[in-house]
């Protein structure tokens, strides 16, 4: 990988020839030759530049000291270096963030972690990172660092110190439930004690990955959570369009996060159910067993086979030069390494008990956090059908108010009717001998009265009795 990051400023090909630049042909006839030069070479430039940002992303290498680079790779060369593929750098990229979920991919020898803000490429030797210009990205930096460097200072004071260590040092929590998981009867006892003592790199570096992303989506729920409670009080407590958008925009955010959750949750599950997946995570086991069948068959003096795979000669501690780069032999396919796998029993394999182990307790962390957004989805949805509740009852009232009002009108229409009855053909004039008295006009006033009332209570009557109010 070295030899990768020697080249890195070279152009997209892996022997270094620069990319073709398409030169514009014609220029504007109505230029000068000097400004038609002009115009041609800022052309070029620009197409030049763009090339080379297409081919050539920029990239942060943390060793496992802690110790950082920064490097400028071309896309075809990190995949020649690293063995992953083009569709995985796809997945990388910043620019794209929103259109790939979370996925954890293992290759031959890299694994491809695509998890929220961290986007890297985590060799046996390596972190590769990318979308540095993100402020999570550069903390999460920060904090592998700070891990991957008190790791290797407790490694050199003595290996006690990796599960005993001072408040601040990284320990490994797959490591530390090994011993639990012996005595649950998880993993025998032979094959805890043929375990590694400390994880290999690329395993604590995806414990770190997870680590991180597990307390970010923790802390955004707690936030959503001490946010959304106080929201949904007020709109209990009155209902109008500030409180009603307020609560929108937080079911918003409660949704998009419980996806995020989710997935992240769905991708730990699918390694925790299948053992060959989690095997496949140990790069180091991998390239340990690849090498252990090499010289088994070197010593035996056969020929070497075509199936059986060739150690990876980069995986050493110390990094290759360029010239090594060269002549590393390409890796076999997945299935011709995995096919010695699949005869043994993968149960009882310490390195898959380890992998285990690691994701287990992230599992369960992001489990907890997507409960407490369901918790929370649930809590929402009894707001709202408290909400429609109260809004259906305030809607009866205004039917039962109509329904009164619609009757009193009808008991008036009445009184209304009557007297337009009269009006148009009775002539009461009291003051003059032989017409009717004033008194009849008392009694028809009277009488129609106590119709109206008789109906109106009538009516009202029948409502209650039906239960209509």
Known sequence: MAAMENGG????????????????EKVATFLPDSAAAAAAAAGAAKAKAQVKSFAVRKWLAVSPQGEVRHLELAKMRVTAGLGVQLRDLRLLDPQLATSYPSAILARERAIVVNLEFIKCIISMDNVYITNLEDQNTQQFVEELQRRLRAAAAAAAAGPGLLTNGPSGMFVSQSVANLAGAA??????????????EELPFELRALEICLDTVSQYLERLTGDLEAAAHPALDALTGKINTSNLERVRRIKNRMVRLTTRVETLREVLEKFLDDDSDMKDLNLTAKEEERLELFNRHVRSGAATPFDVPLPYTGASGHEPDADANDAITPMTPKSASSASSDSTDLEDDPDVAVVEMLMEPYFMQIDNTFNKLQTLCEYIDDTEDYINIELDSHRNSLIRLDLVLTSFSAAVALVTAITGLFAMNVMLQPDKEGQAPFSWFLAVSISTGVGAIAVFAGVMAYCRWKRLI
């Open 183 to 196: 005595q649950a009867g998880g993993v025998p006892l032979s094959s805890i004690s043929a375990a590694h």
């Open 9 to 24: 400023n070279g152009g997209g090909k892996p022997g270094g020839a620069p990319p073709a630049v398409v030169v514009p």
